[in-house]
T-cell receptor, first 115, second 109 residues
Framework: DAGITQSPRYKITETGRQVTLMCHQT?????MFWYRQDLGHGLRLIYY???????DKGEVPDGYVVSRSKTENFPLTLESATRSQTSVYFC??????????????FGEGSRLTVL | GQNIDQPTEMTATEGAIVQINCTYQ??????LFWYQQHAGEAPTFLSY??LDGLEEKGRFSSFLSRSKGYSYLLLKELQMKDSASYLC??????????WGAGTKLIIKP
């Protein structure tokens, strides 16, 4: 039972480069999310998706692009990385059901450093 | 604006009881969550409250008062493995989670 996996787990890149963080889930959950976590801040939502081909902006979407062509995958792309995008990125998924609490299941995180 | 407040850090002794408070102001309310996050790991779900009152789950309990915009997480019989950050999150009227910055709990022997 792989659950939800992210890759790469660690990435160092340079300012201006394009970076893609991958997220894959095996549960067929409808909803998927990308968060960033920085010291002193709560988890901040970047983008989310309610289903394949449906995506929407979160709190901090600038500089990021997402796609969801298949239910199980939700990649996050930094088109031109900046130092302010140095962070830990978490992908999460959620069952869409009134019978469910709406709890999120998180991937292990991707630690990105932009030099 | 929407806001979740919780203490930045707390220290407690192994075997003792600790209460972590969370106050919130959000646009609507569709439930409050507590997550545990060990250093360098992903958050994991602890509890969910949507009605007022206390929910008990083993050594952990979570309380909610919607009229006061207040919740707490109570941890009993503290163990060293409980050293972690505890995140409070509220689901708003759009069913989006608003997160607090987390409370780092340090357990001393």
């Amino acid at each position: 039972d792989a659950g939800i996996t992210q890759s790469p787990r660690y990435k160092i890149t340079e300012t201006g480069r394009q970076v893609t963080l991958m997220c894959h889930q095996t549960w067929s959950h409808s909803y998927m999310f990308w968060y960033r976590q920085d010291l002193g801040h709560g988890l901040r939502l970047i983008y989310y998706s309610a289903a394949a081909d449906i995506t929407d902006k979160g709190e901090v979407p600038d500089g990021y692009v997402v796609s969801r062509s298949k239910t199980e995958n939700f990649p996050l792309t930094l088109e031109s990385a900046t130092r302010s995008q140095t962070s830990v990125y978490f992908c999460a998924s959620r069952v869409d059901s009134f019978a469910n609490t709406g709890e999120l299941f998180f991937g292990e995180g991707s630690r990105l450093t932009v030099l | 604006g929407q806001n979740i407040d919780q203490p930045t850090e707390m220290t407690a002794t192994e075997g003792a009881i600790v209460q972590i408070n969370c106050t919130y102001q959000t646009s609507g309310f569709n439930g409050l969550f507590w997550y545990q996050q060990h250093a360098g790991e992903a958050p994991t779900f602890l509890s969910y409250n949507v009605l007022d009152g206390l929910e008990e789950k083993g050594r952990f309990s979570s309380f909610l008062s919607r009229s006061k915009g207040y919740s707490y997480l109570l941890l009993k019989e503290l163990q060293m493995k409980d050293s972690a950050s505890y995140l409070c999150a509220v689901m708003d009227s759009n069913y989006q989670l608003i997160w607090g910055a987390g409370t780092k709990l340090i357990i001393k022997p």
